[in-house]
């Protein structure tokens, strides 16, 4: 089983900063890693596929990079909905399909 | 618009069983693999189970291999998950997702439904 460890567990920031967000996995899933962004009482939604590919109607101010084990979720310039939790995961080997631990983007 | 609704979590004893279903609109619901997802209380995610778009294959975490099993009626645009012999640690929100395009990721997620072990 692949595990991804996330870093920083939470992150303070204020609006308008940037956001970058790590996610390391215990071998190489390639570039086969999406990204998630969960609200409190919400489900998640899928912001990044693929490492680096935006999902539908996502602002252009998230992007990702990174490939084999280790990735980055960037938030160029932060607006106030984007504080939340934000979990990445792998399709590379699997099953089982697994996520990391999460990071919480808080109001600094 | 794409629609994931699910229903049918509640409480219930160790040891009891429960069925969830996972009703879809919006879309070809024959043409997508679908998937389980949980979250216990103010924990992470967990994947938990898929069900190919024909309902040839299904794949499960180890945490629920042997207690749960997923199926489908794309007659009825809808998916379920059979869990039984119910534990505590399976107290959680249960999250129904389509899969995109065959790949693993999950692009549509439902509201959720929470289910809660206990004596």
């Known amino acids: 089983e692949i595990v991804l460890t996330q870093s920083p567990a939470t992150l303070s920031l204020s609006p308008g900063e940037r956001a970058t967000l790590s996610c390391r996995a215990s071998?190489?899933?390639?570039?086969?890693l999406a990204w998630y962004q969960q609200k409190p009482g919400q489900a998640p939604r899928l912001l990044i596929y693929?490492?680096?590919n935006r999902a539908t109607d996502i602002p252009a101010r998230f992007s990702g990079s990174g490939y084999g084990t280790d990735f980055t979720l960037t938030i160029s310039s932060l607006e106030p909905e984007d504080f939340a939790f934000y979990y990445c995961q792998q399709r590379s080997n699997w099953p089982p399909l697994t996520f990391g631990g999460g990071t919480k983007v808080e109001i600094k | 618009q794409v629609q994931l609704v699910e229903s049918g979590g509640g409480v219930v004893q160790p040891g009891r069983s429960l069925r969830l279903s996972c009703a879809a609109s919006g879309f070809n619901f024959s043409r997508h693999g679908m998937h389980w997802v949980r979250q216990a209380p103010g924990k992470g995610l967990e994947w938990l189970a898929v069900?190919?778009?024909?309902?040839?294959?299904?794949y499960y975490a180890d945490s629920v291999k042997g207690r749960f099993t997923i199926s489908r009626d794309n007659s009825k645009s809808t998916q379920y998950l059979e869990m039984d012999g119910l534990r505590a640690e399976d107290t959680a929100v249960y999250y129904c997702?389509?899969?995109?395009?065959?790949?693993?990721?999950?692009?549509?997620w439902g509201q959720g439904t929470l289910v809660t072990v206990c004596s």
């Open positions: 997702a389509r899969d995109r395009n065959g790949g693993g990721y999950f692009d549509y």
């Open positions: 693929d490492a680096s």
């Open positions: 071998q190489s899933v390639t570039s086969y």
């Open positions: 069900i190919w778009y024909d309902g040839s294959n299904k």
